[in-house]
């Protein structure tokens, strides 16, 4: 029987992001505390017949070519092991697209931790996260999942424990924002930088309101400047009562914490007033059992 393989590609959101310094390559040096949440795309690999690689994506805004992240994995270990068989990655997109939630990233991993199954490749999975670097810098965090200090371009791992369990409000306005221009439109000059080591220790000593004093992101101010919608919701999420609010990544997606479940319902129902994309999952924050 044709052999296949489902598997989860988590969301991320940044809990803290800073950058420190542009680098000679033209990337940014970050400093940031990456964590997943329970809201994934499955991604399904089937054995082929024949030797090449096949996409397909129920969304219509996820390319369905060499331009996939998941495609892009698939075709490193391919050609790095010298595997001579097919296979068929069909995407169930969850997670909204261009969306600053590391959608496309985790659908590499995902398909890298995958295939390492499916060929029977033996990898370690620190071995699948360096691999995971060259597909892209969220990459290699997100082949481990749970949540961690990401250092250098953002492919360096520093494992943390899972924050406390709390609820998460997510709100994408109808944009797609481009990494690369909020990361050219950064002013290094006069840039706020949180306190990622205060997080840390909020964190470790699962303290959720010290997580909430000290959650920030300098890319925030850049996007929302490009993109007043974003300031908007991010302004009401606030006056509805979350107990943190930051935009995730390069954004445009905004979330609140929020650590009663009593409140969740009122700041969904404020959100989905004037936001079509509003979603209420759990922080997951665990590393990958696969
Ligand atoms: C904003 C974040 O999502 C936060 O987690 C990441 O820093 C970006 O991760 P990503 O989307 O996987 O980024 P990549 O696909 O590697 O890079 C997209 C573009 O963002 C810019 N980029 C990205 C990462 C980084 N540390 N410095 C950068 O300047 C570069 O212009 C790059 O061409
Ligand atoms: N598997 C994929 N899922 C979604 N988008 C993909 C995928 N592969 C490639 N892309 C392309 O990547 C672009 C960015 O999509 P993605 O959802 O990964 O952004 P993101 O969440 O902002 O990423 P990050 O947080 O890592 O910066 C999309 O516009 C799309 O064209």
């Known amino acids: 029987m044709e052999k296949r393989i489902l598997i989860k590609a988590p969301a991320k959101i940044n809990l803290s992001l800073d950058v420190l310094h542009k680098r000679d390559d033209g990337y940014h040096e970050v400093k940031m505390i990456m964590t997943t949440i329970d809201l994934a795309d499955r991604i399904e ?31 490193l270990l391919k050609e790095r092991y ?24 985790s659908d590499a991993a995902a398909t890298l931790r995958g295939l390492n199954k499916l060929w029977n490749l033996g990898l370690s999975i620190d071995e699948l996260a360096e691999l995971g670097a060259q597909i892209g810098s969220d990459v ?12 250098g371009r953002g ?14 409000i997510l709100a994408k306005p109808t944009i797609g924002v481009s990494t690369a221009e909020v ?31 000290n959650v920030g992101n300098v890319l925030e101010s850049v996007t929302l400047q490009m993109y007043p919608e974003v300031h908007n919701i991010k302004t009401k999420m606030e006056r ?18 929020v650590q009663y479940q009593s409140r969740l319902q009122r700041i969904y129902n404020g959100l989905r007033g004037f936001c079509d994309q509003v979603y209420a999952v759990r922080l997951l924050g665990k590393r990958h059992l696969d």
């Not at 290094?188 to 220790?201: F, G, R, S, Y």
């Open 45 to 75: 690999l089937a054995e082929l017949n024949e030797d090449k690689i096949k996409i397909a994506s129920q969304n219509r805004f996820v390319p369905d070519d060499e331009r996939n992240l998941a495609y892009q994995a698939a075709k």
């Open 82 to 105: 010298n595997v001579k068989k097919g296979v068929y990655i069909s995407i169930l997109k969850m997670i909204p697209v261009a969306a600053g939630l590391a959608g496309g990233s």
């Open 140 to 151: 290699s965090f997100c082949v481990y999942g749970g949540t961690a200090l990401a250092t």
């Open 155 to 168: 492919e360096k791992i520093e494992h943390l424990p899972a924050p406390p369990p709390c609820w998460v």
């Open 183 to 213: 990361y050219r439109n950064l002013k290094l000059e006069n840039i706020k930088h949180p306190n990622t080591e205060a997080m840390i220790d909020a964190i470790c000593n699962q303290d959720f309101h010290g997580i909430c004093k």
């Open 240 to 257: 509805f009562g979350a107990d943190a609010v930051l935009m995730s990544g390069s954004g445009p997606t905004v979330y609140g914490l």
